[in-house]
């Protein structure tokens, strides 16, 4: 049985979060700069109902999916959408190696998966946050709002992405944003605004309040 390493993190804000400490290799076969911490899908929002407004989340609910409270070493729900092929002839050409199996879950899909190198994280102690100020990336997945996850794993992988902006000192927080699809996020009328326009406005907020140090300005980065 593999353990999988993790690191963790006491947020002034959050408390307690436990991420997924990532080690790459460069393609050249040099060790990567930095090792990379990648929180896996941490809560932003619940959504009470269906067919109601998302409410954002200032703390890690004690009950919000599947997984272990403050354990964000796995991924969490994607919003139901209908399976894409994998196979040959698909988008992808195929399997992707090293994508994971997507759980499906409406009421708790609105999640952040954040990827920074693990020095961006603690100081020299290691015991609290450094004093430093990182911009911060968002990526927002594509997908025509039909399909798509916000914790993207293997197609567009965010700790690879991480660490490369560490290996070229240019350190970087890069956060990707799970959001409502379908008809769950637009199905809408007169008096009710679109359900994906209230979850994806509170994003950007939270990740600026919680993860984005003082960066006042965030940069999205938008998959097509």
């Known amino acids: ?43 932003h929002s619940t959504i ?8 954002l989340l200032d703390h890690i609910p004690d009950h919000f999916d599947h997984r272990p409270h403050r354990d964000f070493t796995q991924y969490g729900a994607a919003c139901p959408q209908v399976p894409q092929p994998t196979g040959r002839g698909s988008a992808t050409g195929g399997f992707v190696p090293g994508e994971e199996p997507i759980i499906y879950d409406e ?3 609105l999640n952040l ?3 920074t190198p693990t020095k961006n994280v603690l100081d020299e102690t290691g015991s609290s946050p450094p004093k ?25 992988d965010t700790t690879k992405m991480t660490e490369l902006a560490t290996h070229q ?17 637009f199905t809408a009328c007169s008096d009710v605004p679109l359900f994906n326009r209230s979850s994806s406005r509170v994003s950007p907020w939270c990740i600026q309040e919680n993860f984005g140090h003082s960066a006042l300005v965030v940069d999205v980065a938008l998959h097509y």
């Open 113 to 115: 998966t954040i990827s």
């Open 107 to 109: 009421q708790a899909c």
């Open 1 to 43: 049985m593999t353990i999988t390493p993790t690191f963790s993190l006491n947020h002034p804000q959050l408390g307690s979060l436990t991420g997924r400490l990532i080690d790459h290799e460069h393609a050249d076969g040099q060790p990567v700069t930095d090792p990379v911490v990648h929180f896996r899908s941490i809560p």
């Open 132 to 156: 430093i100020i990182l911009p911060v990336l968002v990526y927002v997945h594509g997908g025509g709002f039909i399909e798509g996850k916000g914790h993207v794993s293997a197609l567009h």
């Open 48 to 55: 009470p109902a269906r067919f109601s407004q998302s409410v």
């Open 169 to 185: 000192s240019m350190d970087v927080v890069i956060v990707s944003i799970g959001y409502r699809l379908n008809w769950q996020g």
